[in-house]
């Protein structure tokens, strides 16, 4: 069977990944999170093995490349969907906050790859898929350092895309605008105020079902209306000219 590692897995977005790659069938699935308890549990449910650790460090990303291919013999699909968020305003962050937002929603991403790639380019196929976020396509208000992270992880698939063409290795960014999970909740009601319908993380599931069986390199999951006031005139056309790329 096909082995996909999808990180993130014990919360939100990653476990409606798992709970759907699940539900297509066939596939090995490796599931890492950092909190043991539901990471089980979701495992139970999908069938799946858990491999916690923590992705904020780049050993942790190394020993869970090691961990799934002595597992599981090799890795077809990653999803990088761990991430964090610190929203506020820049100047009152806290830079050790600054930089734990970089290693887990970029470093981690970067190491996930650089550790599973070889394995993958060996096989002449794979897919790696990351969970990117429209706060890098457009910057958003108060989340400074997490916007330029997902913009970055964009433009790592990009430029990997270049290195792999040719190739049947498939690098894809999955785009959600706000997404209904325990990291929108957190941030509190002034902020979900301004974003008043999110998005169901089935859906983005979907779409990240979608870019690994159609090979698609970027999806986006419009949300527009829960974008702050001033990007709504912008967003429509916006979307609609990314959404219908593909
Ligand atoms: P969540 O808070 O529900 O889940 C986050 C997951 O990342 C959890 O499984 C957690 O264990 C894992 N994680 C966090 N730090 C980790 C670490 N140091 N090591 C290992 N695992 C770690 O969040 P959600 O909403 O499901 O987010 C998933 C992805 O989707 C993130 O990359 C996020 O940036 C992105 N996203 C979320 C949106 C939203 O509005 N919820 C919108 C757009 C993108």
Redesign the pocket.
């Given at each position: 069977a096909p082995v996909a590692l999808i990180?993130?897995?014990?919360?939100?977005?990653?476990a409606a990944v798992a709970t759907r790659f699940a539900a297509e069938g066939g596939w090995q699935l490796l599931l890492?999170?950092?909190?043991q308890e539901r990471l089980d549990r979701i495992a139970d449910h999908c069938g799946a093995t858990a491999l916690p650790?923590?992705?904020?460090d780049p050993a942790?990303c190394g020993q869970l490349v090691e961990r799934a291919l002595d597992v599981a013999g090799g890795v077809d699909v990653l999803v990088a969907?761990?991430?964090?968020?610190w929203a506020g305003p820049f100047m009152a962050m806290p830079p050790a906050a600054i930089d734990e937002v970089l290693a887990?929603?970029l470093a981690a991403v970067m190491h996930l790859t650089r550790r599973v790639l070889p394995d993958i380019v060996r096989r002449d196929r794979g897919h790696l898929l990351f969970?990117?976020?429209?706060?890098g396509a457009v910057g958003v208000r108060e989340e400074a350092v997490y916007s330029a992270a997902?913009a970055a992880v964009a433009a790592f698939a990009e430029s990997l895309r270049y290195e792999l063409a040719g190739s049947r290795v498939r690098v894809s960014v999955v785009v959600?605008?706000?997404?209904n999970?325990?990291?929108?909740t957190r941030r509190g009601a002034p902020y979900q105020r301004s974003r008043p319908r999110?998005i169901a993380?089935a859906r983005v599931a979907d779409a990240v079902w979608d870019a690994v069986a159609h090979e698609r390199s970027e999806v986006f999951v419009p949300g527009w209306l829960q974008l702050p006031a001033r990007f709504k005139g912008l967003a429509p056309a916006l979307f609609r000219r990314l959404a219908t790329r593909f």
């Open positions: 990180t993130g897995a014990s919360s939100g977005i990653g890492n999170g950092r909190d650790c923590d992705l904020s942790g969907g761990a991430g964090i968020g887990v929603d969970v990117g976020s429209i706060a997902k959600p605008g706000a997404v999970t325990p990291f929108f999110p993380p």
